[in-house]
């Protein structure tokens, strides 16, 4: 299976390939370019930073009309899943729009940014079959995705956010599985597995 990783400058790239190669993926490939994202098996789309800087840099590489289209399995990570919404308040940005929630910042009520362990609880066993009712995962974000029925897992953290998205074959995710243990291997696997 080959896994690629979207390499566009604004992901956390060097966890998420350790935490791959410990569940046993052998063939993983870091790239910004078009051909070899649409060639993967899976797709992975990270994203840490700004949401217009990860913005510009998708648009440098032409990733934003790519991603949309791609029709394999495809993961977005904490700004990644962000992204792939359909506009964030974060620089007042558009998404790419594959989900149709819109990502809002944290009314400042607790600490922002939300950094920590927080229980996931899931709604729907498409995805959440193989997945405990509710499981700890690590957040580190100051915006998040409201509730919408693409919703699949949510949390809550100063109110109910999406902590996961699903609509076809586009998965996202606002925790990162690469820092979220055994919990964050099995999300891996399970992504892996669709």
Known sequence: MKVVIIDYGAGNIASLTFALERIGVT???????????????????????????????????????????????????????QLMCKATDEGDEQGLGIFDANVKKFEPLLKVPHMGWNMVEWNSPA?????????????????????????????????????????????????????SGDSGEQFLKKFLRI
Not at 158 to 179: R, T
Request: aromatic share 12%.
């Open 127 to 179: 995805f959440g079959a193989e997945m405990p009712v509710a499981d700890w995962f690590y957040f580190v974000h100051g915006f998040y995705a409201e509730i919408t029925s693409q919703t699949i897992g949510r949390t809550e953290y100063i109110n109910p956010i999406s902590a996961v998205l699903k609509k076809d074959n586009f998965v996202g995710c606002q925790f990162h599985p690469e820092k």
């Open 27 to 81: 063939e993983i490939i870091l790239s910004n370019e078009k051909e070899t994202i649409i060639g993967g098996d899976k797709v992975i789309f990270p994203g840490v930073g700004h949401a217009s800087y990860a913005m510009k840099q998708l648009k440098q590489y032409g990733l934003e009309l790519v991603i949309p289209a791609l029709k394999q399995p495809v993961l977005g990570i904490c700004l990644g899943m």
